[in-house]
């Protein structure tokens, strides 16, 4: 966690204008009481460091009061247009989720036409309210990296027992692991071995999604055989369907080896969770996520209901 200092806190009545310093707000549900950007979407509460104003100074060789970038809150301490979305910041009873990196300027911006060169579309951030309170000048906020919750479900009934080792989940987990790496997230993995038994199955999942855990992966019994029947015990629980991924990958990797069609593999959301049950074998983990991964960073947005379009 890192400690961020409110260097000031501004206000406008009118969107696209320069906010005026003041020396407490109150957060309420919508935003910044009495703020233009204050209602009921993603982007509430816009927030930029001083490390991005001082680049702004430099590349426009002047000097730029807190405010004058439409900035909520100006703080120092860490350069927030490396945070990422769902990160959070917390001071005393007030918490922020970071739901938007940069903007577009609308048309007509009093902000660009004064600056000649604004930093808020790449540098400036934008936060929901998760909790009301109070902030003033020189408080600190709490900076919290979000941890993405994964929970990666083998079946099997021969790696359950212990004839075998189990190769596609600790595969599909370092698939996923890598890909937030990458994408500079960290992540809270668990790994887990059941037998092919509906209720262990239906046992393991409901738990995750109770934990909170944001992507849910199982590999094994997607087959038509007398004990494949992981779809069929995830196809009950799951709230909304997600079926383009699965059809996608079937007719892109089925064209070329049949034996992939008879895959019933399903993906879908379950409350805030998502699932994706795969079949068993590392090669074809390794086909299903190399498809899945890049839609993830978007439907965490979406599940957790920002609306980035």
Not at 142 to 157: E, F, G, M, P
Not at 234 to 249: A, C, R, S, T
Request: some cysteine; charged content about 25%.
């Amino acid at each position: 966690m890192t400690q961020v200092k409110i260097k000031s806190l501004n206000l406008s009545e009118k969107k696209g204008t320069i906010k005026l310093p003041v020396n407490a707000v109150e957060i309420i549900e919508t935003g910044v009481k009495n703020d233009a950007h204050a209602g009921h979407w993603h982007r509430q509460v816009s927030l930029l460091g001083v490390e991005s104003l001082k680049k702004a100074e430099e590349q426009n060789n002047c000097t730029f009061n807190f405010g004058d970038f439409g900035e909520n809150i100006t703080t120092e301490g860490l350069e927030l247009h490396k945070t990422k979305i769902l990160d959070r910041f917390v001071s005393g009873n007030v918490v922020l989720e970071v739901t938007q990196i940069g903007k577009k300027c609308h048309k007509g911006c009093e902000i660009m036409k004064i600056s000649g060169n604004c930093i808020m579309p790449v540098e400036g951030i934008f936060c929901r309210v998760l909790q009301t309170g109070k902030l003033q000048v020189n408080d600190e906020l709490t900076y919290i990296s979000r941890k993405i919750k994964i929970t990666v479900i083998t079946l099997s009934d021969r790696a359950y027992k212990g004839i075998y080792k189990d190769k596609s989940g600790p595969h599909a987990a370092k698939i996923l692991k890598d890909f937030f790496a990458g994408n500079n997230r960290p992540v809270q993995l668990e790994k887990v071995i059941i037998p092919d038994d509906e209720l262990m199955l239906h046992g393991a999942v409901n738990k995750a999604v109770e934990e909170g855990t944001d992507i849910i992966v199982t590999t094994g019994g997607t087959g038509i055989g007398s004990r494949d029947i992981t779809p069929d015990v995830v196809q009950k629980m799951i709230d909304k369907e997600i079926p383009g991924i699965m059809e996608l990958i079937r007719y892109k990797y089925g064209s070329v080896k049949p034996n992939a069609l008879l895959s019933r593999s399903i993906a879908g959301v379950i409350k805030q969770s998502l699932v994706y049950v795969l079949p068993g074998s590392v090669g074809a983990v390794n086909e299903y996520l190399t498809e899945i991964t890049p839609t993830l960073e978007h439907s965490l947005r979406m599940i957790n209901n920002i609306d980035s379009h």
